[in-house]
């Protein structure tokens, strides 16, 4: 692989990993070849695939974009294989982006976002706009401006009122030392949003209105073969929630979202146990709780149920958002 050091754009890494990715890879390795922006290096770290991914990814070997290409022995988590795929970022990168290897740059996806990012030396993170499915999702963030504070960023992304799609996020590479590992284990599926809020705390947010990006959703994604069966986005929800919340709210604002969010997941614990008998997600879940001190008892859940009829009496504010 020879980089174009020469090249006056800074460097960035469009990093890759994959585990068995055949279906959608082409087309992945396709728009990173495509991209107008002139200084790119594609990361693709293959995790042990059985299916024809090692095939695709030699394909495009000798494409306009240089690669860098890592096969692992053994098969990894989806986290532990995204930080492993960030140490392969050669040094002098001045930005990367996860790229999932069912998903798809628009051609001046690159280009746009590093164009905002060297706009103001404060923003730790670009996100964008995208399709899903093809279908346009309205992202929420106000459309008269493109750079948010970092406190009205994270108040914005629990309140619903700017959506924050964690694979569509350019990273300043110097924020790989914030933290170690940079995507947490310990949250789940949400380790790419948590990561983006906790670059929030300094920094600033850019977002590029337009549509950069084309994310799929079909049965073989993480969020819907894993997070969401046995509802775990609740659980990454209340994490993150405590660990960037207060930032954006206040402790005092932030106390009483963080309780009326306990009850609304309360709620649900008693809905799936009884109502649905799930009991599968309701012992995982009260496990996960248990993992970070907050495992409810007899009276969190009367607590719980008795709120339900206050908000229905018009007594108290319910929960407003996501997850429901």
């Known amino acids: 692989m020879t980089l174009n050091s020469a090249q006056p754009t800074p460097l960035v890494a469009i990093v890759t990993p994959v585990y068995n990715g055949a279906e959608f890879l082409d087309a992945t390795m396709k728009c990173v070849q495509a991209q107008t922006y002139p200084n790119i290096v594609h990361v693709v770290l293959d995790n042990a695939s059985t299916d024809q991914t090692p095939a695709i990814v030699e394909a495009y070997r000798n494409g306009s974009t240089p690669m860098i290409v890592g096969r692992n022995d053994v098969l990894l988590s ?172 206040g402790d005092k604002a932030y106390r009483e979202i963080e309780r009326r969010y306990r009850r609304h997941y309360f709620r649900q614990l008693l809905k799936w146990r009884l109502r649905k008998c799930d009991r599968q997600s309701f012992d995982l879940h009260m496990t996960l709780l248990t993992k970070i001190r907050s495992r409810p008892g007899p009276i969190d859940f009367a607590v719980a149920a008795f709120d339900l009829v206050l908000i229905r009496l018009g007594l108290r504010k319910g929960w407003y958002s996501y997850p429901a």
């Open 78 to 249: 989806m986290d532990e294989n995204w930080n492993a795929a960030l140490k392969l970022i050669p040094p002098g990168t001045a930005y990367f982006t996860i790229l999932c290897a069912d998903d798809v740059l628009m051609p001046e996806a690159i280009a746009r976002m590093v164009a905002l990012a060297e706009s103001d030396r404060e923003i730790a993170i670009v996100s964008a706009a995208a399709f899903r499915n093809q279908e346009e999702v309205d992202f929420r963030w106000p459309k008269d401006r493109t750079v948010f504070d970092g406190d009205e960023a994270i108040r914005r992304y629990f309140t619903i009122s700017g959506v924050l799609e964690a694979r569509q996020i350019l990273w300043r590479t110097e924020a790989l030392s914030s933290a170690v590992p940079f995507f947490d284990l310990d949250v789940g599926q949400s380790s790419d949003i948590d990561a983006g809020l906790r670059l929030l705390v300094p920094g600033k947010l850019g977002f590029v209105h337009d549509r950069l990006m084309m994310i799929r959703e079909h049965e073989a994604n993480v969020s819907n073969s894993e997070m969401r069966p046995l509802n775990i986005h609740f659980n990454d929800w209340l994490i993150t929630l405590r660990r960037h919340g207060p930032r954006g709210f």
